[in-house]
């Protein structure tokens, strides 16, 4: 299923010219801040450093003055800092190159900054769809994966369902509009699995079946 994606996307986040008959939905990407703090957690890592910054003071305060106890905790804002602007920029980076793509037969999924990799998930290989919602109204919708279809957490991460890693769940992470989104697959998703194949036959059979 994983698409190593070196080339120039005839489609922007397909690896190919969608054929005949398919239809792009819906396209988009992650929110860069709400990745930052639900997948990096940002905002627990912040306060760490803030923490270290105070206990850091109050175990000095009593052995100098003000401030150089204040001095002495300095560095551990300034390290937490630039952890979190590296949090950040991986952030902005994973939102700005990954494309979400919703056809009325399959959900792609192009991600990676450094390694770009395009997950297809055909409606028929998908056997749930679970949706995190948040009260901005971004949320997630993770995809349980049906058969021995399998894909590595690490290698899509963090385009997953988290601590999710056996099986792993790819998740479209952190998107706006999360709900109308996930309404959206729901239906397509019905209507694709719900459509009869028809297939030739030989001569005095006949050969209608459900996809």
Same mark, same amino acid.
């Given at each position: 299923?994983?698409?190593?994606?070196?080339?120039?996307?005839?489609?922007?986040?397909?690896?190919?010219?969608?054929?005949?008959?398919?239809?792009?939905?819906?396209?988009?990407?992650?929110?860069?801040?709400?990745?930052?703090?639900?997948?990096?957690?940002?905002?627990?890592?912040?306060?760490?450093?803030?923490?270290?910054?105070?206990?850091?003071?109050?175990?000095?305060?009593?052995?100098? $003055?003000?401030? !150089?106890?204040?001095? #002495?905790?300095?560095?551990?804002?300034?390290? &937490? =800092?630039?952890?979190? *602007?590296?949090? @950040?920029?991986?952030?902005?980076?994973?939102?700005?190159?990954?494309?979400?793509?919703?056809?009325?037969?399959?959900?792609?999924?192009?991600?990676?900054?450094?390694?770009?990799?395009?997950?297809?998930? $055909?409606?028929? !290989?998908?056997?749930? #769809?679970?949706?995190?919602?948040?009260?901005? &109204? =971004?949320?997630?919708? *993770?995809?349980? @994966?049906?058969?021995?279809?399998?894909?590595?957490?690490?290698?899509?991460?963090?385009?997953?369902?988290?601590?999710?890693?056996?099986?792993?769940?790819?998740?479209?992470?952190?998107?706006?509009?999360?709900?109308?989104?996930?309404?959206?697959?729901?239906?397509?998703?019905?209507?694709?699995?719900?459509?009869?194949?028809?297939?030739?036959?030989?001569?005095?059979?006949?050969?209608?079946?459900?996809?």
């Amino acid at each position: 299923m994983p698409h190593d994606d070196f080339q120039v996307e005839p489609v922007k986040g397909l690896p190919e010219t969608p054929p005949a008959g398919e239809v792009i939905l819906w396209q988009g990407k992650p929110d860069w801040w709400a990745l930052a703090k639900e997948s990096l957690n940002l905002l627990w890592v912040a306060g760490y450093f803030v923490f270290l910054a105070l206990w850091r003071f109050v175990a000095v305060v009593d052995l100098m $003055p003000l401030g !150089q106890a204040i001095w #002495a905790s300095v560095p551990f804002l300034i390290l &937490g =800092t630039i952890v979190c *602007a590296l949090l @950040l920029g991986i952030a902005w980076a994973q939102a700005h190159y990954t494309v979400y793509t919703v056809t009325n037969r399959r959900i792609a999924m192009r991600i990676g900054a450094a390694l770009t990799v395009t997950l297809n998930l $055909p409606y028929t !290989q998908i056997g749930a #769809a679970n949706l995190d919602l948040r009260k901005s &109204g =971004t949320g997630t919708i *993770a995809f349980d @994966l049906l058969g021995d279809t399998r894909i590595s957490y690490l290698v899509c991460w963090p385009h997953v369902r988290p601590w999710r890693i056996s099986p792993t769940q790819p998740a479209l992470r952190c998107i706006p509009e999360a709900e109308e989104i996930a309404a959206m697959i729901s239906e397509a998703a019905e209507a694709r699995v719900s459509m009869p194949q028809v297939e030739r036959a030989r001569a005095g059979t006949s050969a209608v079946a459900a996809e």
